[in-house]
């Protein structure tokens, strides 16, 4: 084990940690052997600069190293998760988008947490309306046949996280391991849709998604959102292509950030995320909740985007996408 005052030295230096140096360090932290202070520190030097390739490829490697892995017993799975971190207060998109998408027929790991910079995360909604975490692999393996989407809470499945939890909380600003979040599902789905809250965030997880086996897409909305917020252009990097698009290119009008502005609260955030459910949702919110889950339906099923625009409108109206919503939770307090 390196000391900590030793690896700040070096990256107060302005130093670089190979990937095998992130991912000793990470390694370390995940087996509990810094104390808070020191992994402050540590997290700190990384808001001043921007990461590396090779560091933020070490540290995810001790991640998935140290988690628990999970088999569901079915593929390909897809999980549908954001960086967190852009201070947006949107509603919680990406989660309702994981539900639209298991509606639709796909088989869905979403990977989620506790929110650090806004009111309310996947894991935050989720308790709220009763949700079990888990780590029993038959429990799991139920909601996914039954409801098509289970949810695997992150901090159960990585120790590092649960290690550095009351340090992220106690900062609450992004840290690298929001960056590190959707990298890590311990259920190693096949494929994978990610929003990002930064370009150049953008560019680093294609580089290391592009060298992986993973079928992917890489989202990032230019007015700063980590999902598709129909505020504006976004860009998307993909194994085929990256590719620019305004929201009148997918037929969709532009909307206000007003529109998709969530709440102050986990009960306001759980309310606005029930109505869509169940079709009580405004149109710019059934549009933007849509537009995410139709990428992840294109990805996931390789077919163009208007049939997944189709899909995934098919699943808010039918009532599938609650369907999978109420079956995860209820199966998940047996």
Same mark, same amino acid.
């Given at each position: 084990m390196t000391e900590m005052r030793n690896i700040i030295n070096h990256l107060t230096a302005h130093?670089?940690?190979?990937s095998q140096e992130a991912k000793e360090i990470l390694s370390d932290i995940a087996q509990g052997k810094y104390s808070e202070v020191e992994m402050a520190s540590f997290l700190t030097v990384f808001l001043m600069r921007n990461i590396t390739v090779e560091e933020l490829s070490g540290f995810r490697d001790a991640l998935l190293e140290h988690c628990l892995r999970v088999d569901l017993g079915t593929e390909p799975l897809i999980d549908l998760c954001g960086t967190g971190g852009? =201070?947006?207060?949107?509603?919680?998109i990406s989660t309702l988008a994981s539900f639209v998408t298991a509606g639709a027929g796909a088989k869905v790991a979403k990977h989620g947490?506790?929110?650090?910079s806004s009111s309310c995360g996947s894991s =935050?909604?989720?308790?709220y309306f009763g949700y079990q975490f888990?780590?029993?692999?038959?429990k799991l393996r139920a909601q996914i046949k039954e409801a098509n989407i289970c949810f695997l809470h992150a901090p159960l499945f990585n120790p590092a996280m649960k290690n550095v939890a009351p340090v992220r909380r106690g900062l609450r600003v992004k840290t690298f391991f929001n960056m590190l979040g959707p990298m890590v599902n311990p259920a190693f789905p096949?494929?994978?849709?990610v929003g990002v809250f930064s370009l150049d965030l953008a560019r680093l997880y294609g580089y290391i998604y592009q060298n992986s086996s993973k079928d992917f897409v890489i989202l990032h909305s230019l007015d700063g959102y980590d999902e598709i917020s129909l505020t504006g252009s976004f860009k998307t990097i993909s194994n085929k292509a990256e590719q620019l698009f305004q929201p009148e290119d997918l037929g969709l009008s532009k909307l206000k950030e007003s529109d998709i502005y969530g709440s102050d609260s986990v009960e306001g955030s759980a309310h606005i995320f029930k109505n869509i459910l169940t079709g009580k949702g405004t149109e710019a919110q059934n549009n933007v909740v849509a537009t995410n889950a139709a990428f992840a339906l294109q990805c996931y099923y390789d077919i163009d985007f208007k049939e997944a625009l189709k899909m995934a409108m098919e699943s808010i109206n039918n009532g599938k996408a609650n369907q999978s919503f109420e079956t995860m939770i209820e199966l998940s307090k047996n």
């Open positions: 130093k670089t940690l190979s852009d =201070n947006k207060d949107t509603f919680n947490n506790y929110s650090v =935050n909604i989720l308790e888990t780590t029993d692999q038959e096949q494929k994978q849709l």
